[in-house]
């Protein structure tokens, strides 16, 4: 499974050879409902070839739906799902994104990516991680309000000390020895300067530096969000020490998630620390839109606001994610060429602004359509 915000953060996404291939669709995570999934995705696939069709030859289109034919046969793949699925793909590239939240079901064949609901997951703002931490080993999680799922650690990510430190190890450093003679017997006297607890102290700084490291390099800094430390209490001192992660927040969890009845425990604690955070930015980004409003620096008019991202006035953007309207944008001027969504080559609008502002250096945050302040879609505030 490919990583959405580290892809994001590189850029991958942004330019695309056309065709531009993008799939979405819900799934379930659980039997039996999961054996619905495989149904909808073959009727996708169905639907973007009859799409590619239109414009490519035979053998064009079986080669760029490969590595969908290739999905479709992993039998593991389908045994792991989450709440959504997307596939973004084109010649020589494909990534596959399991996401925690359902999405609309969706297949496009466009000369762009359609972005706007991986942009749901990257700009909504109740996302976090959790680090669970002891002296000994390390378990990362990714949620939200809904969900909260372990995910596999980078490989320059160390999953235990001795993973981390290997033979830097303090303890392989000590000469021990048993009674009996046979080294590594229950029964052993340690030689060496200091004491046992000072040594496995040293070795457990030296752990959490390598931790703090290696997720602020590939997720803190990648994804932005906060981190909530999971650990036991005599560990919070001594990790936050060594850390340099700037996206820790300073509530923490007094428990590791070993500890823990179920995943779903360790969520409802996770966001019970994070729901008055998300309120207040939520709250705080309508209240910006009004109070700019009032001072014509915002709108909320689709053609309008398409100038204006254009032209880089834009400083942050709210879009809603159930909005679609089809067409397409001249990147350069912001004029807008409203078309026929079933049209191949054609995309959304509002996904197209939303990536487009971002480009400009524009914050973007993708919110329900209840919590949305305007009923077009959009709503924009001016940087003049």
């Not at 990648?222 to 300073?250: D, M, Q, T, W, Y």
Request: with cysteine; glycine share 6%.
């Amino acid at each position: 499974m490919s990583n959405l915000d580290e892809d994001y953060s590189k850029g991958l996404l942004e330019n695309c050879e056309s065709p531009c291939i993008s799939l979405y669709m819900p799934t379930h995570r659980h039997h039996p409902d999961n054996q619905q999934d495989q149904i909808l995705y073959r009727n996708l696939v169905t639907q973007l070839e009859e799409s590619l069709r239109k414009q490519f030859s035979r053998r064009e289109v079986v080669q760029l739906l490969e590595p969908f034919t290739a999905l479709d046969n992993d039998r593991v793949f389908w045994n792991q799902n989450l709440d959504g699925l997307a596939l973004l793909a084109s010649k020589d590239f494909f990534r596959d994104y399991k996401l925690q939240r359902p999405t609309p079901t969706i297949a496009v064949v466009a000369d762009s990516f359609h972005l706007k609901p991986l942009m749901r997951t990257l700009q909504s703002i109740d996302r976090y991680e959790v680090l669970g931490l002891n002296q000994q080993e390390v378990k990362f999680f990714e949620g939200n309000r809904d969900a909260l799922d372990e995910i596999e650690l980078h490989p320059d990510v160390p999953r235990t000390l001795k993973e981390a430190l290997g033979s830097e190890l303090t303890d392989s450093y000590l000469n021990f020895r048993s009674p009996g003679g046979v080294r590594g017997s229950q029964i052993a006297v340690y030689h060496g300067h200091g004491g046992k607890k000072e040594e496995m102290a040293i070795d457990a700084e030296r752990f959490f530096r390598a931790v703090d490291k290696g997720i602020l390099e590939h997720y803190s800094r990648p994804s932005g969000l906060p981190l909530i430390l999971a650990a036991l209490s005599e560990h919070h001192h001594l990790f936050r020490k060594v850390s340099n992660n700037p996206f820790l927040v300073e509530e923490s969890l007094d428990v590791h998630p070993d500890s823990l009845a179920s995943i779903d425990e360790l969520r409802e604690r996770a966001w019970k620390l994070m729901e008055p955070r998300y309120l207040a930015r939520k709250d705080a980004l309508v209240e910006q839109y009004a109070a700019a409003k009032s001072r014509d620096l915002a709108g909320d008019d689709l053609e309008e606001v398409a100038r204006a991202v254009a032209e880089g006035k834009v400083a942050t953007l709210l879009v809603d994610d159930n909005h679609h309207v089809p067409g397409r944008i001249n990147k350069s001027s912001g004029e807008i060429e409203f078309e026929d969504l079933d049209h191949p080559e054609i995309d959304d609008v509002i996904d197209d602004l939303a990536e487009l502002a971002l480009k400009m250096g524009g914050q973007v945050v993708v919110l329900p359509s209840e919590q949305m302040p305007t009923k077009t879609g959009i709503a924009a505030i001016y940087r003049y």
